[in-house]
């Protein structure tokens, strides 16, 4: 079943122009968004609203199909960030240092360029806790 323009657009506004996993902004990149399922339909779920996020292209290709997997630091089976369970800030941070541990060692880097161009990190990011 394909998703309906209406939830699409409940998707959209729900996400306000940022992908629900890194939370770049749509506006200043070159590929629009997508919607992700969640869980995957391949995992038996649905179209809902509810199973659907704002992706941005890297973030959807990495993610793939997967809910859970290998974490080196822990050297266990983990499961992927859920922007319907989980809350951002415990999972990621902005900082352009790849040694930032603060949160569960997972942070997002920000790029030179779009440090430069003031693009990263949010400036206003209603889901980023200081």
């Not at 506006?27 to 779920?45: E, M």
Request: glycine share 2%; net charge negative; aromatic share 8%.
């Amino acid at each position: 079943m394909a998703v309906t323009a209406k939830t699409q657009r409940i998707v959209r506004e729900r996400a306000a122009a940022r992908c629900e996993y890194c939370h770049a902004d749509e506006r200043w990149q070159f590929i629009r968004f997508t919607l992700d399922h969640v869980v995957p339909l391949s995992a038996d779920d649905s179209d809902d609203a509810d199973n659907l996020a704002l992706a941005c292209r890297n973030c959807n290709e990495r993610r793939g199909n997967r809910t859970e997997a290998f974490d080196f630091t822990s050297q266990q089976i983990v499961s992927l960030f859920n922007p319907r369970r989980d809350e951002w800030s415990q999972h990621f941070a902005w900082s352009p240092d790849i040694n930032d541990d603060r949160h569960n060692g997972r942070v997002l880097l920000i790029r030179e360029r779009d440090l430069l161009d003031g693009l990263h990190p949010p400036e206003v990011d209603p889901r980023q806790s200081n």
